[in-house]
């Protein structure tokens, strides 16, 4: 697993990325999910987006 937060893209998003490996192996394929994780200027704060 990997987690990243992004810089903020504007006032009311700031991302934050979770990177899951598919299989054991972790050369492989990811799952991606991205979260606004900027809690005080919006309505969709801790939904979670898949990349994948």
Same mark, same amino acid.
């Given at each position: 697993?990997?987690?990243?937060?992004? #810089?903020?893209?504007?006032?009311? !998003?700031?991302?934050?990325?979770?990177?899951? =490996?598919?299989?054991?192996?972790?050369?492989?394929?990811? #799952?991606?999910y991205?979260?606004? !994780?900027?809690?005080?200027?919006?309505?969709? =704060?801790?939904?979670?987006?898949?990349?994948?």
């Open positions: 697993m990997i987690i990243a937060e992004a #810089f903020e893209e504007s006032a009311t !998003v700031q991302r934050q990325f979770i990177a899951v =490996s598919r299989p054991e192996n972790p050369e492989g394929a990811f #799952f991606i991205n979260v606004d !994780v900027n809690f005080k200027n919006n309505d969709d =704060s801790g939904i979670i987006h898949s990349l994948a």
